[in-house]
């Protein structure tokens, strides 16, 4: 009777003793999604790749070109674009449309832990000045004497469905010929939120947050497609 006594203590005592490592194994780590940039983009009956274009889920990567090549569509210098963990961003100086009469000495977008943001210095649309920081989403139609009207979207922001921000600084749709356009995307960066590790945000050991209030749906575009431009009073977002 003893023996049994014993024997059944033992494996008591046992399974109590593996409780402690069960409860230290860790979860799964979350993964940042991959970041992505580029300086220039056109796609239409001209075709300029992006260019250039990095892609990062770590170390930052870096990439840079003088110039854009040669093409009847657009010209710019000092083509910068990086990507990392949770950050992306992208530059081009010297920009010219002139098409669109669209130029500018600096255009810049970035993205940080999904929120973007983008900057323009000196830039020009058909004579007119533009601001240099521009609500998300702003539209702009511009005429075009013998073209017809191009659309500008400037600080366009599209959050996809994976949870990761796309903000282009400029997108230039431009009329080219009866049916046909030309779309041109200026400074673009990608970027998620940080996963984090153990012990920081999103690891294993971080209670969650408690969810924001869900938002009405009217108010909230579907993942993957852009909101509704925000109309510009007075036409063009310019000062002066």
């Given amino acids: 009777m003893r023996l049994k006594h014993l024997t059944r203590a033992a494996v008591i005592t046992g399974a109590a003793a593996a409780l402690p490592l069960a409860a230290v194994v860790p979860a799964a780590h979350a993964t940042t999604p991959a970041s992505t940039a580029f300086a220039v983009n056109a796609t239409g009956p001209v075709s300029i790749p992006a260019t250039p274009s990095v892609t990062s889920a770590g170390a930052t990567a870096s990439r840079s070109v003088a110039q854009v090549p ?7 210098r000092v083509l910068n674009a990086s990507a990392g ?5 992208a530059s ?15 255009v810049t977008a970035k993205c940080v832990k999904g929120e973007g943001s983008s900057q323009l210095v000196k830039v020009q649309l058909n004579g007119k000045t533009i601001k240099a920081e521009a609500r998300p989403n702003s539209g702009v139609a511009v005429p075009l004497d013998t073209l017809g009207t191009a659309s500008l979207v400037l600080n366009k922001q599209v959050r996809g469905s994976d949870g990761r921000l796309t903000v282009t600084a400029i997108e230039l749709t431009l009329p080219i010929g009866p ?50 431009p925000t109309p510009i009073p007075g036409d063009l977002p310019v000062t002066g």
Avoid: M, Y
């Avoid at 081009?92 to 600096?106: H, I």
């Avoid at 209030?213 to 497609?225: F, H, K, L």
């Fill in 70 to 76: 040669a093409n009847p569509v657009l010209q710019a």
């Fill in 85 to 89: 963990k949770a950050q992306a961003r």
């Fill in 92 to 106: 081009v100086v010297d920009l010219k449309v002139p098409k669109a009469r669209l130029t500018a000495s600096l």
């Fill in 179 to 228: 049916g046909k356009s030309e779309t041109i995307s200026i400074a673009s960066a990608t970027c998620g939120k940080d996963a984090g590790g153990p012990g920081g945000p999103g690891g294993p050991g971080t209670p969650e947050k408690p969810s924001p209030s869900p938002t009405p749906p009217s108010a909230t575009p579907p993942p993957g497609q852009a909101p509704a």
